[in-house]
């Protein structure tokens, strides 16, 4: 398994590389326009900086290959694993102090509102933890990086780079323009479809705004009024998903009737050569869509994303089939290591995703107690759900989930790939479009 370095890189979406115009028109519906000052503050920002956000990202990407490969060059010169010399690094790295903790805990006190130290100190432990462990990881490649003789060559961010260009050499070993693109096209794809799909969302909430009140206007009513009559007066069940439902029909209504044109383009798709390895999946192995799902089962976004993806799968039969694979974030949920463990201890007795089911309506008990206990109430045998909880082996194949998401540019959870193109839009209809473009494709 090829190691990823850990790299602490903070994207910024600031001002572009480029002049942006500050009023360039996004949109218009009869008679209406719609520029950059209609989006929101922080949406505006991310818009005009895209080319800076994605020239970061190649920067950050460039520099997680170059650790990689001084990583790869150490392995082979002192015949071992990338695995093998990381976890030697990481033991040398002590333990945060109580000081230390304290320190951190007196400096945040208003961002933790009324929680406790004793409630908090898990999440300063892994961020304190993290913070270590990537330095020595920084250090490590440094050093690296002088043995094996490193040699910067073009700026990846060059207006004028070519494939042929040298980004840098290692033990004269070259890396190209053309070898970086090769390897993360996909990647910084996610990135610029990531500011379209948010500047398109908040632009059409804008719009939609507008052009109720320009309706209401048209009916000489009140925009309340208009939100009664289309909307809350045609509830029935009084769920969100049929407000939803309404609020989006009366959303294309309206864009049709304006004649709603967005000049907003996403990105023409590229797909990341994401593996459903043998993970757990429920569908038809040979269906022609896979959806492939990092998860992380203390995860609230997961928890509420979960159920959304299933009623969009539901109505595409064995045409679609669901790949879970587990991307834990230690760093933040304490208990998400062992609930991806005890899912895997499940799974070897065929119930994975009936487990996964009381992981999610129980994130706020994950302990090892309370992970024995929803395997009992499955009726598993407890005696070989143990063994399996603390097998090696299961753990070595949470790891590779978690290095194969790393390499695949997961970030965050949960993170969705259909067909290999990473999701951008989380919601039933988002889902929906995209399996139905993957299905229109040719295999």
């Given at each position: 398994?090829?190691?990823?370095?850990?790299?602490?890189?903070?994207?910024?979406?600031?001002?572009?590389?480029?002049?942006?115009?500050?009023?360039?028109?996004?949109?218009?519906?009869?008679?209406?326009?719609?520029?950059?000052?209609?989006?929101?503050?922080?949406?505006?920002?991310?818009?005009?900086?895209?080319?800076?956000?994605?020239?970061?990202?190649?920067?950050?990407?460039?520099?997680?290959?170059?650790?990689?490969?001084?990583?790869?060059?150490?392995?082979?010169?002192?015949?071992?694993?990338?695995?093998?010399?990381?976890?030697?690094?990481?033991?040398?790295?002590?333990?945060?102090?109580?000081?230390?903790?304290?320190?951190?805990?007196?400096?945040?006190?208003?961002?933790?509102?009324?929680?406790?130290?004793?409630?908090?100190?898990?999440?300063?432990?892994?961020?304190?933890?993290?913070?270590?462990?990537?330095?020595?990881?920084?250090?490590?490649?440094?050093?690296?990086?002088?043995?094996?003789?490193?040699?910067?060559?073009?700026?990846?961010?060059?207006?004028?780079?070519?494939?042929?260009?040298?980004?840098?050499?290692?033990?004269?070993?070259?890396?190209?323009?053309?070898?970086?693109?090769?390897?993360?096209?996909?990647?910084?794809?996610?990135?610029?479809?990531?500011?379209?799909?948010?500047?398109?969302?908040?632009?059409?909430?804008?719009?939609?705004?507008?052009?109720?009140?320009?309706?209401?206007?048209?009916?000489?009513?009140?925009?309340?009024?208009?939100?009664?009559?289309?909307?809350?007066?045609?509830?029935?069940?009084?769920?969100?998903?049929?407000?939803?439902?309404?609020?989006?029909?009366?959303?294309?209504?309206?864009?049709?009737?304006?004649?709603?044109?967005?000049?907003?383009?996403?990105?023409?798709?590229?797909?990341?050569?994401?593996?459903?390895?043998?993970?757990?999946?429920?569908?038809?192995?040979?269906?022609?869509?896979?959806?492939?799902?990092?998860?992380?089962?203390?995860?609230?976004?997961?928890?509420?994303?979960?159920?959304?993806?299933?009623?969009?799968?539901?109505?595409?039969?064995?045409?679609?089939?669901?790949?879970?694979?587990?991307?834990?974030?230690?760093?933040?949920?304490?208990?998400?290591?062992?609930?991806?463990?005890?899912?895997?201890?499940?799974?070897?007795?065929?119930?994975?995703?009936?487990?996964?089911?009381?992981?999610?309506?129980?994130?706020?008990?994950?302990?090892?107690?309370?992970?024995?206990?929803?395997?009992?109430?499955?009726?598993?045998?407890?005696?070989?759900?143990?063994?399996?909880?603390?097998?090696?082996?299961?753990?070595?194949?949470?790891?590779?989930?978690?290095?194969?998401?790393?390499?695949?540019?997961?970030?965050?959870?949960?993170?969705?790939?259909?067909?290999?193109?990473?999701?951008?839009?989380?919601?039933?209809?988002?889902?929906?479009s995209m399996i139905d473009r993957a299905l229109s494709r040719p295999k």
């Amino acid at each position: 398994m090829k190691v990823v370095f850990l790299i602490l890189f903070v994207v910024v979406f600031a001002p572009s590389l480029k002049a942006q115009k500050a009023d360039e028109v996004l949109a218009t519906a009869n008679g209406l326009t719609f520029t950059t000052n209609s989006l929101s503050e922080s949406v505006r920002k991310n818009y005009v900086g895209r080319d800076a956000a994605v020239a970061a990202e190649r920067t950050r990407l460039l520099t997680s290959m170059i650790n990689e490969t001084v990583l790869e060059a150490e392995a082979k010169s002192v015949n071992s694993t990338g695995n093998a010399l990381i976890a030697a690094e990481l033991k040398k790295v002590a333990e945060p102090t109580a000081a230390e903790i304290k320190t951190i805990f007196d400096a945040n006190k208003a961002a933790f509102g009324d929680k406790s130290f004793d409630q908090v100190r898990p999440q300063i432990v892994a961020f304190l933890r993290n913070n270590a462990q990537q330095k020595a990881m920084n250090g490590l490649a440094e050093r690296l990086k002088t043995k094996y003789k490193f040699v910067a060559g073009k700026d990846i961010n060059a207006a004028d780079v070519k494939p042929a260009d040298t980004l840098f050499s290692i033990a004269g070993k070259t890396v190209t323009a053309g070898d970086f693109t090769d390897r993360y096209n996909a990647q910084l794809y996610d990135v610029k479809a990531a500011i379209a799909v948010q500047t398109v969302n908040d632009l059409e909430n804008s719009i939609f705004s507008t052009l109720i009140e320009q309706e209401a206007k048209a009916r000489s009513i009140e925009v309340g009024d208009l939100i009664a009559a289309e909307i809350t007066d045609k509830l029935r069940e009084f769920s969100d998903e049929e407000r939803f439902a309404l609020q989006d029909a009366l959303r294309k209504k309206l864009f049709e009737k304006y004649s709603v044109k967005i000049a907003v383009k996403e990105p023409e798709p590229v797909a990341h050569n994401v593996s459903a390895d043998d993970d757990p999946f429920s569908g038809k192995a040979e269906a022609p869509v896979t959806v492939i799902m990092f998860s992380d089962f203390q995860c609230s976004a997961c928890s509420a994303t979960h159920p959304v993806l299933k009623r969009a799968l539901a109505a595409y039969g064995g045409n679609v089939r669901l790949v879970v694979r587990d991307f834990p974030l230690e760093s933040v949920h304490e208990n998400a290591f062992h609930a991806a463990l005890a899912a895997n201890a499940a799974r070897a007795q065929g119930k994975f995703f009936e487990y996964v089911e009381i992981l999610y309506r129980s994130q706020d008990s994950l302990d090892d107690a309370s992970l024995k206990r929803f395997a009992a109430e499955l009726g598993l045998n407890a005696k070989q759900f143990e063994l399996d909880f603390i097998s090696e082996k299961t753990a070595a194949e949470v790891r590779k989930d978690m290095g194969d998401g790393d390499r695949n540019g997961v970030r965050s959870t949960p993170t969705i790939f259909i067909n290999g193109i990473k999701a951008q839009r989380f919601s039933e209809a988002g889902f929906r479009s995209m399996i139905d473009r993957a299905l229109s494709r040719p295999k």
